[in-house]
């Protein structure tokens, strides 16, 4: 930033100093002046995702937060120490990659002729996605001055999360609207739909349900209202709706966590004993796909969550369940919402009293169902034998063993909700700390490195933002409490 900030200096004291032709001699014939939108959209959905679902983002904190896996070695993140500089690259990647995402919308606002509402709207989307991603995990954060460089804004303000949340709904309730699927949006160079605007439009409404009922226990007429007029202007019907980056069998556009472990030849992550417990005692057909048998015995073993180094090194990772075939397979879809999610989102919503058609029951089987039949055909894509995939029946005895409960909604919804979560780590522990479902997450097994009596409800803000945006993060904090793991969120009411 500092570099930055000279750089910026130079090149204003160079146009008060010679402005004659200057447009005219600095400009390369050769070279375009501007972007391609489709190459902004594309380099902002790999940058974004490759970041999420990277080693420092999804793998070693969402995935230990939400307690899907445990860690073979290294054991500082199960045990809620986190690093410093990979909290500086995630801000840093993931604004870059906000900011690409509104040069999209800059260059067609700009446009004379030849604006594209719909690269704008799917542009929009993607903001959305990726701030409420941020904020879910910090709080208040830069959002309405966040991208105003031109402006002269370089440090900008952070804006109090129930603001964002508002602006949320509103920007995915006029994206959806803008979309016109009979004329030309982006093509191939959409890594999530293709180019598919009727999808664009069906995520844009989903996305709006899961930001609205986030916040339902602070706003809880505005939070059903707003449901009921995204499932009225169409949500996802199937996994075929299913909003994810499409990555590939081949480098470099495989999945972050093939290239983690197999491509690095890094063995880091396990099945932690708290998510394989609740698989193994549920019977969960699940299993297979999201976990390997042990290699000394062949059968289900969990690795304890948040062991110190010492115990998970005299643990051999042959004792243990490690990650299965499918999770590791190079073109794992990765998921940004799907359809599972936007079930257990309408079987909430209609326990809490919104005008939707239908019986919570039927939304949270069907949340089930969604969810166990996209691991199916991961399975089947990847070729795992018949005697792991699951019948018909077998899926039905799951459900019906399985039973929603209208008096204890909030733990059965919030428990398979996280099940299905899996891979999607920041939703399940944003889940977790909303609906306070019992008896499954649990504090490392060897104690916490910090001192900490509870599993943690943010992420500090990263260290560059006390140097650079001293004024506005520290008011940020005055408002939103103390900068630490323990702080509570705006929506996440005790």
Known sequence: MKKRLLAIG???????????????????????????AEFLLTHAQESILDQIYGG??????G????????????????????????????????YTGINNLQEIIRINEARTAGRNENEIAVARIMKAWTYHFLTDIYGDIPYGEALNISGG????????????YQDLLK???????????????FGSGDLVYGGDLAKWRKFANSLKMRVAIRMVDRMPQQSLAAIQEAYAAG????????????????????????????????????????????????????????????????????????????????????????????????????????????????????????TIPGTAEAYYNNGIRASIEFWEAQKARVGLPAAARATAAQVD??????????????????????????????????????????GV????????????????????YPGDEQTLNPVNRQAAVDRQGPDALTTRLWWDVQ
């Open 397 to 438: 005895a799951y459900i019906a063993a399985n039973p929603y409960s209208a008096a204890n909604y909030k733990q059965v919804i919030g428990l398979q909700k996280w099940i299905a979560l899996y891979t999607q780590g920041f939703q399940g522990w944003a889940e977790y700390r909303r609906l306070d479902f019992t």
């Open 10 to 36: 130079a090149a204003l004291l160079m146009m008060t100093a010679c402005t004659n032709n200057f447009e005219e001699i600095n400009t390369n014939p050769n070279e375009p002046n501007v972007v391609p």
């Open 153 to 164: 804004v370089i440090a900008p303000a952070y804006t109090p999360q129930q603001e964002i």
């Open 235 to 354: 949500v996802f019907t199937s996994n075929a709706d299913n909003a994810a980056i499409r990555y590939r069998a081949s480098q470099p556009n495989t999945n972050p966590i093939y290239t983690d472990v197999i491509v690095a030849n890094r063995i880091d992550y396990s099945a932690s004993d708290v998510l394989l417990d609740q698989l193994q005692s549920r019977n969960d057909p699940r299993l297979s796909a999201y976990f390997a048998p042990a290699v000394t015995t062949g059968t289900y073993i969990g690795r304890p969550f948040g062991q110190n180094s010492a115990n998970a090194n005299s643990l051999n990772a042959d004792d243990v369940s490690q990650l299965s075939r499918v999770v590791l397979s190079p073109d794992l879809p990765g998921l940004m919402m799907d359809f599972a999610e936007v079930n257990f989102i309408l079987a909430e919503a209609k326990q809490r009293g919104a």
């Open 441 to 460: 997450l649990r504090m490392p097994v060897d104690g916490p490195l910090i001192s900490i009596d509870r599993i943690p409800l943010r992420r500090e």
């Open 171 to 185: 920007e995915l309730t006029e994206a959806s609207a803008q979309i016109n699927t009979a004329t030309p949006g």
């Open 56 to 61: 420092f983002d999804n793998q070693r904190i």
């Open 63 to 94: 995935m230990t937060l939400a307690q899907y896996w445990s860690q073979n070695q290294y054991t500082e993140e199960s045990r809620f120490q986190y690093r410093a500089g990979t909290n500086n690259t995630t801000w840093s990647t993931i």
